[in-house]
């Protein structure tokens, strides 16, 4: 069921928040051992909170999944790597937790993950392989798979994850759930287990457009924890939600439905902005024109902000630490060497070298010029259109094992989910339909909208007009 749905059934007492949860917990025993979306659960603690739960708080009662780099209070949070699974409790709330703990929700889950958030297959989770529920022999899609598999195999009612360049659009369009990417600064970020600090966001995935307006309800305002949460009014996100589209205009970007897309993911993409058309929509043509320079600018950027937000995974404070060092720099080497793994060094050494003397200003400065390029492509689109739609990805969850041979491919997979992070700007997967894809005979696609910086109200209502005509 959905959040919404499961909240009229709390409030009419038709089932109470003990109930949901045993509910949740015998369908993780059932399903999760194929899936592997679950690296942990509580459920004691979970019920202890359920004991207590207000019914009349907008979310009274409502167990959500958490990706394990989201810090709760005394809950691990491995952030998918053997760095931090030994023995690391946070010992604090994530600002998003507060705020769902204050709205009457119950954290219960910590959901698996590519390694520290880098990667989009969970298949660089150091700890186990999460699959697809749609085709266990494929990808969930990541960095946020655990949350988005969990939702689509209803082992989860709703759950967090967190997008630094699609790492909640594309594992929910591979599982065919909602997915949204706020606007930078419109979700605090305390308590998120840093990747790339000028591109991370947290965002809900779900099984319904208005369940994700829900949760931005109560996730989204300022900070004071946060320097780069924004101060600006947070709407009532539910009001306009069935307004429907009728004269809206909304952006075809050429560069996005170029070559290289599969077929079936066109054909159903363009029917849901037909249909999207029919109901009053107003579709232009316009063009994106540095969109070709997002891949490369992203891997510049974001590995630059990684290799210095991991600096702090040393062995001394906290996390994995290596056994009898000889001396200093032995404990540095082989603490970072044992607790991380191929991805993750992969990025550092990326980062480091973009960052070094003589390389700065020809990779890393560049980067962010061309960064700043990106986002006047937007600001000069939305002066023209209200919306852009796009593919999420060129193809279906693909089968495990790919990243493994070619993380090139894997990084080129993210074309139409990078850019909107390096601008800033609100997106959203919502689910449009099926296709057969390398032997496999229905497989999800997720439809892309895109909206000018804390659009989300304008966003959700598109969303929910795809939604329903489908």
């Known amino acids: 069921m959905t959040l919404s749905s499961l909240r009229q059934q709390l409030l009419a007492g038709q089932t109470t928040p003990a109930a949901i949860l045993s509910g949740l917990a015998g369908a993780i025993a059932a399903r999760d051992g194929r899936t592997g979306a679950y690296l942990s659960h509580d459920l004691e603690s979970a019920m202890a909170e359920a004991a207590q739960a207000d019914l009349s708080l907008p979310l009274g009662g409502i167990p959500i999944a958490i990706k394990d780099n989201i810090n709760v209070l005394g809950q691990p949070c491995t952030c998918g790597s053997r760095f931090l699974a030994e023995n690391y409790r946070s010992p604090y709330d994530a600002t998003v937790i507060r705020k769902l703990r204050a709205a009457g929700a119950i954290p219960f889950g910590r959901m698996n993950l590519d390694e520290f958030a880098m990667g989009s297959s969970t298949e660089n989770s150091a700890l186990q392989t999460t699959r697809n529920p749609h085709d266990f022999e494929r990808i969930p899609g990541g960095s946020s798979g655990g949350s988005a598999a969990a939702v689509a195999d209803f082992t989860a009612i709703a759950a967090l994850g967190s997008d630094t360049g699609g790492s909640i659009r594309q594992p929910a369009s591979h599982c065919g759930v909602v997915g949204l990417k706020p606007s930078y600064g419109r979700v605090s970020r305390y308590g998120?287990?840093?990747?790339?600090?000028?591109?991370?966001?947290?965002?809900?995935?779900?099984?319904?457009?208005?369940?994700?307006?829900?949760?931005?309800?109560?996730?989204?305002?300022?900070?004071?924890?946060?320097?780069?949460?924004?101060?600006?009014?947070?709407?009532?996100?539910?009001?306009?939600?069935?307004?429907?589209?009728?004269?809206?205009?909304?952006?075809?970007?050429?560069?996005?439905?170029?070559?290289?897309?599969?077929?079936?993911?066109?054909?159903?993409?363009?029917?849901?902005?037909?249909?999207?058309?029919?109901?009053?929509?107003?579709?232009?043509?316009?063009?994106?024109?540095?969109?070709?320079?997002?891949?490369?600018?992203?891997?510049?950027?974001?590995?630059?902000?990684?290799?210095?937000?991991?600096?702090?995974?040393?062995?001394?404070?906290?996390?994995?630490?290596?056994?009898?060092?000889?001396?200093?720099?032995?404990?540095?080497?082989?603490?970072?060497?044992?607790?991380?793994?191929?991805?993750?060094?992969?990025?550092?050494?990326?980062?480091?070298?973009?960052?070094?003397?003589?390389?700065?200003?020809?990779?890393?400065?560049?980067?962010?010029?061309?960064?700043?390029?990106?986002?006047?492509?937007?600001?000069?689109?939305?002066?023209?259109?209200?919306?852009?739609?796009?593919?999420v990805t060129p193809s279906p969850a693909r089968k495990l094992g790919g990243s493994a041979i070619d993380p090139l491919e894997e990084y080129l997979s993210d074309i139409f989910t990078l850019a909107p992070n390096l601008a800033g700007i609100c997106a959203i997967s919502v689910p449009c339909g099926l296709t057969a894809f390398d032997g496999a005979a229905a497989l999800p696609v997720g439809l892309q909208i895109l909206g000018p910086h804390l659009g989300e109200a304008l966003l959700l209502r598109i969303a929910r007009a795809t939604e329903v005509q489908g």
């Open 192 to 391: 998120l287990v840093a990747f790339a600090s000028s591109l991370d966001q947290i965002g809900p995935l779900t099984r319904s457009v208005e369940d994700a307006a829900r949760l931005l309800q109560v996730m989204a305002g300022p900070d004071p924890l946060d320097s780069t949460s924004l101060e600006a009014a947070v709407p009532d996100y539910l009001s306009g939600l069935n307004d429907g589209v009728k004269g809206l205009r909304l952006g075809l970007p050429k560069e996005y439905f170029g070559e290289g897309i599969a077929p079936g993911v066109r054909r159903q993409v363009e029917a849901a902005v037909q249909a999207l058309a029919a109901q009053g929509a107003e579709v232009v043509d316009i063009s994106l024109p540095h969109t070709q320079y997002a891949v490369a600018t992203y891997y510049v950027i974001a590995p630059a902000e990684a290799s210095s937000n991991l600096s702090r995974f040393d062995g001394v404070r906290y996390g994995h630490r290596a056994a009898n060092p000889t001396d200093i720099p032995d404990l540095y080497q082989r603490s970072r060497e044992e607790g991380f793994g191929p991805e993750v060094k992969r990025r550092i050494l990326l980062g480091t070298y973009v960052l070094s003397s003589g390389y700065y200003d020809a990779y890393y400065s560049r980067a962010q010029k061309v960064r700043s390029l990106i986002r006047r492509d937007f600001e000069t689109a939305f002066t023209h259109v209200d919306a852009i739609l796009s593919p």
